[in-house]
């Protein structure tokens, strides 16, 4: 085992997971092409990689939130269904799709979340009163509130559009499986748009959601041999330890000048993912 | 309107502490193994049993989701979670074939 090339994936693990975790992103969408770009990794062995250390963060992080109740479970078992079963269709299509066509669709994801990072902007909650109330988020008894500490009171809120909510969270299942990647380019508007849950339960439940999602991907990479221990372990430690460390981060950055460097930085790899798919190589392997 | 009707606080409390745990259990593993193998001991093995752990974290906790609400006789969302269950034992399978078929 090559121990400069073991540091150097805890390193870039470490630091894309602490700086994604202070902006919420998960950190597949660094590590992935950081891995393949710099790292010379093989595509697939990427994904594996970054498919286990998405599932440590997911997990290593849900205890907060789940004692704060922000975390709504039946929200995120419902949805499992659909991105389980995104996650199984990707599976499949990895083995019939090939590399370069992998290369532009994590460039367009990419984009799309540069954009999203500059354009987010959120819809008030439709409260208890004006909203519809035979649908199937009542039916499966979806709606429930979440303990507001700024406000220091309980913040009730309805749950929207389940069918479409399901078929956004289809496609997130799909491609995280695809690609490595917590796939938040499709979460964001499943759970904002679609849903209409409120931030906090928002960020918590998607969160929570994701460890099962890449954990079903997971498994089938683990029996096909992707998950090459010298790469995941290191990505793994470095993605825990950098998710602790972002939680600290994100009291002493500006908030504003780390999205600029991010939406720069997501642009910046997108147009290498574009190169690759073309089949253009320029840039140094650190190993 | 009761408005703890979506929430389920001993469950929440259970998947909290076992997710807690199992990622500080499986890092520590995966780390022993890292640093073992740096002295030369071949230990690949250790990390590899770590990575199962942390996969299996997931799985696990929709296991538990599933037996608590079938005792609590939540049979709808038993059934989903079985649902989601039987999803990634199919993935794994799917995978189990697609090896078989790449080494065949």
């Known amino acids: 085992m ?22 919420g992103m998960a950190s597949g969408i660094f ?25 440590a963060c997911s997990c290593g992080s849900a205890a907060p939130f789940l004692r704060g109740s922000l975390t709504n479970i039946r929200v995120a078992i419902v949805l499992e269904t659909a991105t389980t079963l995104g996650a199984l269709t990707g599976v499949f ?23 999203q990072m500059v ?23 979806l709606h429930s509130s979440y303990p507001d500490g700024a406000l220091g009171r309980d913040v009730s809120y309805l749950v929207q559009r389940v069918p479409l909510g399901l078929a956004l969270m289809y496609g997130a299942g799909l491609i995280s499986a695809l690609l490595g990647i917590g796939s938040g380019v499709l979460k964001i508007p499943a759970m904002d748009t679609a849903l209409r849950l409120p931030i906090k339960v928002s960020s918590a439940t998607s969160n929570f959601m994701i460890g099962v999602t890449a954990a079903a991907s997971g498994v089938a990479y683990f029996a096909l041999g992707d998950i090459n ?43 290498q993912m574009l190169l690759s798919a073309f089949g253009v190589h320029w840039i140094g392997h650190v190993a | 309107m009761n408005d703890d009707r979506a929430r389920h606080p001993e469950l929440e409390h259970l998947i909290a502490q076992v997710l807690d745990r199992g990622t500080w259990l499986a890092s520590g593993i995966i780390t ?28 696990i906790r929709v296991l538990l989701m599933l037996i608590v609400f079938v005792r609590e ?12 269950l039987t999803i990634i034992v199919l993935s794994a399978l799917l995978g189990v074939h697609m090896a078989g078929r790449m080494s065949g």
């Open chain 2, 73 to 84: 006789r939540d049979h709808y969302f038993g059934a989903i979670a079985l649902l989601v």
């Open chain 2, 32 to 59: 022993v193994g890292l640093l073992s193998s740096l002295v030369g001991w071949p230990s690949m093995g250790i990390v590899i049993g770590g990575i199962a752990l942390l996969i299996a974290l997931p799985v």
């Open chain 1, 93 to 115: 299509l990895t083995g019939v799709v090939p590399v370069p066509f992998l290369y532009f669709l994590f460039a367009v994801v990419l984009l799309v979340s540069a954009w």
């Open chain 1, 2 to 23: 090559n121990l400069g090339f073991s540091v150097w994936l805890f390193a870039v693990s470490m630091g894309a997971s602490a700086l994604g975790g202070t902006l």
């Open chain 1, 119 to 141: 354009a987010r902007q959120r819809e008030p909650p439709i409260t208890s009163e004006n909203a519809p109330m035979r649908d199937w988020a009542t039916s499966l008894r």
């Open chain 1, 229 to 271: 221990p010298h790469i995941a372990g290191p990505v793994a430690i470095g993605s825990v330890v950098g998710a602790l460390l972002g939680a600290r981060f994100l009291m002493v950055m500006s908030g504003e000048k780390l999205r600029l460097f991010f939406v720069a930085v997501l642009i910046a790899l997108a147009g």
């Open chain 1, 31 to 55: 590590i992935v092409p950081i891995l393949i770009m710099f790292g010379g990794v093989a595509i697939h062995t990427a994904v594996a990689a970054s498919m286990v250390s998405v599932i």
